[in-house]
């Protein structure tokens, strides 16, 4: 099978139409389930001079044509915002996370960049759609702002984001922009058997009883094993102090089987100018060998990079601690060195392992 992209001709109407009518497609656009063939043939066939379309399209081995996504580029008639340009696109639920969106994006900011030189290209996207987002953002995309219930889906209000593409011109202007990162929040986030969540007081008892309190976990960490549930009372005062700010990110991690919180997990050293920070994480004995920290790191990956707009991920562990490493590589993190007594740790003073991850390689994986 071949997939190519090209403009629509007369008869993609019914394909288009079904795109849009598509569950799993409907809801991340403006579509509704009643959608007519009849009506997208027939804006097929007026030709717009400020509207420039492409179609993604999967050729079998018999020659047969099926429209497996669509994407257009509208310029506004009026002359004070020529030099913009607004996208829509969608792309088939089979063939989601397989290059077809990327492929479509880039033929119309080819005609954007180099044939009517468009200097802003604009787009909307529902705020639960990370793939899109993280796709945008990979092409230039920046998200400006947040159009909250802008519109009606599957009977609730749902919002999105403003996002654009700056191309040429005030480089200053865009380069202030692109150092800005998105931040969430400690948002609660799922990761099959776990659920990352902000702390609370009430956590006390099982942070102790479950990790804080175990010198085989705090071993190679940098803050000493507790006595007692109530030395787990001011670091958690801290936390929870500190959630009201967007860019202060410390999870929970609890199994969603008994509910109970068993480690935790967050972000240190953010560097904002460059868009990296690193990852410190550590989870109860009982735990250890099931997959469970690597479940939580990998989505914690995912989130910094596609909701939140980092360029860089870094982790680091005690030479002698090779099981975090483990967990580090299956998510992605490449080994970048080994700092000589960098560190210190209950056990004494130690080498680093360091571990790192930039958005090039995750996307990059991501495409595969």
Request: hydrophobic letters at 40%.
């Amino acid at each position: 099978m071949e997939i190519i992209i090209r403009p629509p001709k007369a008869g993609d109407g019914a394909g288009i139409a079904a795109l849009r009518r598509m569950p799993g497609v409907f809801e991340t656009i403006l579509g509704i389930p009643s959608e007519r063939d009849e009506r997208i043939e027939a804006g097929l066939a007026i030709i717009n001079p400020n509207s420039y379309q492409f179609v993604a399209v999967a050729i079998e081995a018999g020659g047969e044509e099926t429209v497996i996504g669509s994407a257009a580029l509208s310029v506004p008639e009026n002359p004070r915002r020529r030099h913009c340009g607004m996208v829509g696109i969608m792309v088939h639920k089979n063939y989601q996370g397989k290059k077809v969106g990327r492929r479509l994006m880039e033929a119309l900011l080819d005609i954007a960049d180099n044939w009517l030189m468009l200097h802003r290209v604009e787009l909307t996207v529902f705020v639960d759609n990370a793939p899109a987002i993280a796709l945008y953002k990979k092409l230039g995309f920046e998200i400006e702002g947040t159009l909250q219930d802008e519109c009606i889906r599957s009977g609730n209000y749902a919002s999105g984001y403003m996002m654009a593409r700056i191309a040429g011109g005030k480089k200053e202007e865009v380069q202030k922009n692109a150092g800005r990162l998105n931040h969430q929040g400690t948002k609660n986030l799922q990761a099959g058997r776990i659920t990352l969540r902000p702390f609370q007081l009430s956590d006390a008892h099982l942070m102790f009883a479950n990790w804080a309190g175990n010198p085989n976990v705090t071993k190679y960490l940098t803050w000493p094993c507790y006595q007692n549930e109530d030395d787990t009372l001011p670091i958690l005062h801290s936390w929870v102090g500190e959630y009201a700010k967007k860019s202060f990110y410390n999870w929970a991690i609890v199994l969603n089987e008994t509910g109970q919180p068993i480690g935790s997990i967050g972000a240190v050293n953010m560097q904002e100018d460059i868009k990296a920070l690193e990852i410190g994480y550590c989870i109860g004995e009982e735990w250890w060998n099931k997959g469970i920290a690597t479940e939580a790191l990998a989505r914690i990956v995912r989130f910094f990079f596609e909701e939140v707009g980092l360029h860089r991920i870094a982790a680091r562990h005690a030479s002698a601690n090779m099981a975090s490493g483990r967990v580090m590589q299956k998510c992605g993190l490449l080994y970048e060195g080994t700092l000589r007594c960098a560190g210190k740790t209950n056990h004494g003073i130690c080498d680093e392992v360091v571990y790192a991850i930039t958005a090039q390689d995750y996307f990059k994986a991501a495409e595969k």
